[in-house]
């Protein structure tokens, strides 16, 4: 699911727990994200957590990536996706 999410798109960890079958295990995508991320060439950055918050000590990056994708962050959180987003 993680290469299916299009530019532009943000998910939340939870809506990938439940897509691949572990509701309830947000914590889980996270931690796999921190660790895999790099060598499995995921698009970490279209992830956040059910309020919309950005990984905590990469917020920089990660709003930096978003809004090149046309979402838009504000004081560590997704504020906007453009339209079409989930």
Same mark, same amino acid.
């Given at each position: 699911?993680?290469?299916?999410?299009?530019?532009?798109?943000?998910? @939340?960890?939870?809506?990938?727990?439940? %897509?691949?079958?572990?509701? &309830?295990?947000?914590?889980? !995508? *996270? $931690?796999?994200? @921190?660790?895999?991320?790099?060598?499995? %060439?995921?698009?970490?950055? &279209?992830?956040?957590?059910? !309020? *919309? $918050?950005?990984?905590?000590?990469?917020?920089?990056?990660?709003?930096?990536?978003?809004?090149?994708?046309?979402?838009?962050?504000?004081?560590?959180?997704?504020?906007?996706?453009?339209?079409?987003?989930?």
């Amino acid at each position: 699911m993680l290469l299916a999410i299009p530019e532009g798109v943000v998910v @939340s960890y939870g809506e990938v727990a439940r %897509d691949a079958g572990y509701p &309830r295990h947000s914590r889980l !995508v *996270g $931690r796999i994200l @921190s660790q895999w991320s790099d060598e499995l %060439d995921l698009p970490w950055w &279209r992830l956040v957590n059910a !309020v *919309g $918050r950005l990984v905590p000590g990469h917020e920089s990056e990660q709003a930096r990536l978003l809004m090149s994708e046309g979402v838009f962050c504000e004081a560590g959180r997704v504020v906007r996706v453009r339209c079409g987003g989930r």
